[in-house]
């Protein structure tokens, strides 16, 4: 018997979910190298091989435990936006509690960017999911494409792929707004999973073009202001866990680029 497209999905959810656990893991280790290596060299020089050796370890671990508990507020900080309550916005918070039943999901934490620019993205870690939109996509979307849009990111939540989210911003994104590139974010969160939300998320909706319809959404308005969170070292920080990446980038989208909006549009337009 052929498996139907909710089984693949679910299949393709339980292989991901996995790989993204072993994701976070080696973030939060890899965070803890650095400091580990230099304090067991300067200790190990200092009072012997075995006392660098145990050090270098005892570090690795706690700075990448302290990752890992602190990576949604790191993040946080980078991406910005305030707390909102369900009965400040509650067409979003009843929406979001159908999907989050629909999914399989708790109920998020809501922030709210105040930007004109339309976008979403969700982070959760150590016990705590968080959805994060802008004021933008809350006027300018209606509310079938806002479905599809929580879908997506409630999909990343399942999927684990907000863990790596706030990790990847906590760790690779601090050189990202060092350095300006955001190469290293786009590497640490993995090529390819803005497609696969998109797919989850369509599967999980009662209208499936609304998403499409989003993506289309997103690119129709004036671009980022000066000293928005979507220009500047904040962006290269944070740009690859939103729904919309492509904030600012010249078009057209670059060859293979499975998480540029323009080539998911395209896809989802066959739906």
């Known amino acids: 018997m052929s498996e139907s497209a909710h ?3 679910d299949r393709e959810n339980r292989d991901r979910v996995a790989a993204n656990r072993h994701r976070v893991e080696a973030l939060c280790l890899a965070a803890g190298v650095p400091p580990g290596v230099v304090l067991g060299v300067v200790l190990g020089v200092a009072a012997g091989m075995l006392v660098g050796v145990v050090v270098a370890i005892a570090t690795l671990v706690a700075v990448a435990w302290a990752v890992s508990r602190r990576a949604v507020a790191t993040a946080l900080k980078v991406v910005g936006g305030r707390p909102a309550s369900p009965s400040e916005l509650p067409a979003l918070a009843n929406q979001v509690d159908g999907l989050c039943a629909t999914l399989g999901v708790g109920a998020p934490e809501l922030r709210v960017v105040d930007d004109p620019v339309p ?3 969700a982070l959760a870690g150590a016990g705590r999911e968080v959805l994060v939109v802008t004021s933008g ?3 300018r979307l209606d509310l079938i494409e806002r479905e599809g849009v929580i879908a997506h990111e409630l999909a990343h939540v399942k999927r684990h792929d907000a863990a790596v989210s706030a990790v990847a911003v906590a760790t690779a994104g601090a050189l990202a707004a ?5 190469a290293l974010v786009h590497r640490a969160v993995g090529r390819g999973r803005e497609f696969g939300a998109d797919r989850a998320a369509v599967l999980a909706v009662r209208y499936p073009p609304g998403l499409h319809r989003a993506l289309q959404a997103f690119g129709s308005g004036p671009g980022p202001a000066a000293g928005s969170v979507f220009t500047g070292r904040r962006w290269a920080a944070s740009r690859w866990i939103w729904i919309d990446p492509m904030v600012g980038a010249p078009d057209p989208a670059p060859v293979g680029e499975l998480d540029a909006t323009a080539v998911r549009m395209e896809a989802l337009g066959q739906w």
């Open 178 to 182: 060092l350095t300006g590139s955001d």
């Open 119 to 121: 976008n979403a993205c």
């Open 7 to 9: 089984d693949v999905a």
């Open 137 to 139: 996509l809350l006027s």
